[in-house]
């Protein structure tokens, strides 16, 4: 038997604060990410952005939850991913399996950015808000441009506003898997602010995709209306 020292007593005491402050920073991530899929109107808190005039492209952006996308759209952008990904799929460990892509772009926690020109649907993202490594993101699942619709600024314009929606939804930031071996995506990502998140596993473990992100540079202890900065 013997007894506690002061120091170790304050120790237990700093590790129980510690974990009661991240039990309460998840359960805080999990209201918030309810509440953004809970969201009716999503669209106003990035109407501005939802415009997209540059290089002779005239872009209106709309947002749906996949229960709300159109069949035919839905098949255009599940056509677009093949169009643009099977073959990187098919050059790494991962292998294209359409019925799996399939799956994933139809589950209901599904969120689709849409963006065309008059009739011509030229871009879209699919997103989720989700908890990931007991952090609430907007995690991007896919962004993908038509490759006439491409270098004119339009993936960087749908990347900003996943940013804005998870600024404005409290997400600590925009998280995705990246092909290692995509090297115009990587250059994409990086030149819109992306870069390796702590959450990327090492080379060693898997070296053919890593996960990036851009922080929404929200302070978790803030209680306040999140800003742009
Ligand atoms: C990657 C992709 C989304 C980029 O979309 P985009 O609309 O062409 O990109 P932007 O015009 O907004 O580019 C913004 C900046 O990113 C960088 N960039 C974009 N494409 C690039 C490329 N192919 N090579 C090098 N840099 C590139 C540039 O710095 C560019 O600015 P600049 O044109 O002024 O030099 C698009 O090429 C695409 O859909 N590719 C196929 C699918 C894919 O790889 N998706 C990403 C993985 S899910």
Known sequence: ?????????????????????????????????????????????????????NNNLQVEMYIQRMSELD?????????????????????????WNRERKVEEMTDDAAWYLIAKDNDKFLAFSHFRFDMDFGDPVLYCYEVQVEA????????????????????????TCVRLTALTHNPSAAAFFRACGYSTDDTSPPKEEASHYEILSKSTCLDSNDGGEPTES
């Not at 991240?22 to 999990?30: K, L, S």
Request: glycine letters at 6%; hydrophobic letters at 35%.
């Open 1 to 53: 038997m013997g007894k506690k020292s002061v120091v170790s007593t304050n120790k237990s005491k700093e590790k129980r604060q510690a974990r009661k402050l991240e039990q309460r920073r998840i359960a805080d991530g999990m209201t918030y990410v309810t509440k953004a899929n809970k969201l009716e109107d999503i669209a106003s808190l990035c109407k501005e952005l939802l415009v997209y005039k």
């Open 71 to 95: 069949k035919n759209v839905l098949q255009w952008a599940i056509g677009l991913t093949e169009r643009n990904m099977k073959t990187l799929y098919e050059t790494c460990a991962w292998g």
């Open 148 to 171: 006439d619709g491409r270098r004119r600024g339009l993936g960087q314009r749908v990347l900003r506003v996943l940013e804005r929606l998870a600024r404005n939804t409290r997400m």
